[in-house]
């Protein structure tokens, strides 16, 4: 048996939306450990247009900024399939189509809309899935780690740490009468299709890979692998946690290289 103990189990995976996402690469390891993998994504047209990635891999639509959408996708999945031995929230939407604007300028009605696609969902997600998840699943949400205070990604910031936060209260509810767990993976700045439409990211990217103790920027693989061990039963003493996965750039601020670079006479 391997060690993480996942050959045969059933994951729910929210939020793949091309092959470069982490959704799709926590789904790839899955897979590779010989775990079955159901997927929902946002609309129509992204079930559409990932056919050829997921091939007859089952996928629903949930567009879980809807009223309902969440309990409707939950029905018709558990009419579907049995119980699920962890889920995977993988969501996250932010309306940068104003470009950077200081924080205290966020327009009400963004904060809101990305308040509920990318944090409270999760919420939604386990009250509808909580009758399906086995009595010692696992669900991981996709965090981010110590780059939170970057102005450029304004307020999807304080979102992303009311989504730990909602993942740590989870956990003490659900304790009330199951054993499933809930744990972020922090993630360092990843080169991804939607981290592509956050305004200044690329230079906060290549800014964080000159932090991290190896001098090489963190994979999506790599985030995926520590979701995957979170997924696992290896896993089983790990709960209500943030684990940081960003190659050490948070206890790396005075590297040498970086002080000489922005001491540099301009």
């Not at 558990?78 to 300028?105: Q, R, T, W």
């Not at 780690?145 to 307020?155: K, L, N, Q």
Request: contains cysteine; charged residues 25%.
């Amino acid at each position: 048996m391997s060690f993480l103990q996942l050959e045969g189990k059933r994951f729910l995976v929210f939020g793949v939306s091309n092959r470069k996402s982490v959704a799709w690469a926590i789904a790839s390891v899955l897979e590779a450990e010989g775990a079955e993998v159901v997927f929902s994504v946002r609309s129509e047209e992204r079930r559409e247009s990932l056919k050829k990635l997921l091939g007859e891999r089952p996928c629903y639509v949930c567009d879980v900024e809807v009223a309902g959408a969440v309990e409707r996708v939950a029905l018709e999945i558990s009419a579907d399939h049995g119980g699920f031995d962890g889920l995977v929230h993988s969501i996250a939407f932010a309306n940068y189509s104003d470009g950077f604007v200081p924080f205290e300028m966020t327009k009400r009605e963004d904060f809101l809309q990305a308040m509920q696609i990318s944090s409270f969902s999760l919420v939604e997600i386990a009250k509808a899935f909580k009758s399906q998840l086995k009595p010692t699943a696992s669900v991981v949400s996709i965090g981010i780690s110590s780059y939170v205070t970057a102005a450029s990604y304004g307020y999807m910031s304080p979102i992303k740490s009311a989504l730990e936060g909602s993942s740590r209260f989870l956990a003490k509810a659900f304790s009330r009468d199951t054993e499933v767990r809930f744990n972020t993976v922090n993630a360092g700045p990843l080169k991804t299709k939607s981290s592509a439409g956050i305004p200044g990211y690329l230079d906060n990217y290549l800014f964080a890979e000159k932090l991290t103790m190896r001098k090489r920027a963190l994979t999506t693989e790599e985030v995926a692998k520590t979701a995957v061990f979170l997924l696992s039963p290896a896993s089983s003493g790990i709960n209500a946690q943030g684990i940081v996965v960003n190659a050490g750039m948070d206890w790396n601020y005075f590297d040498e290289e970086v002080v000489k670079l922005a001491m540099r006479p301009e």
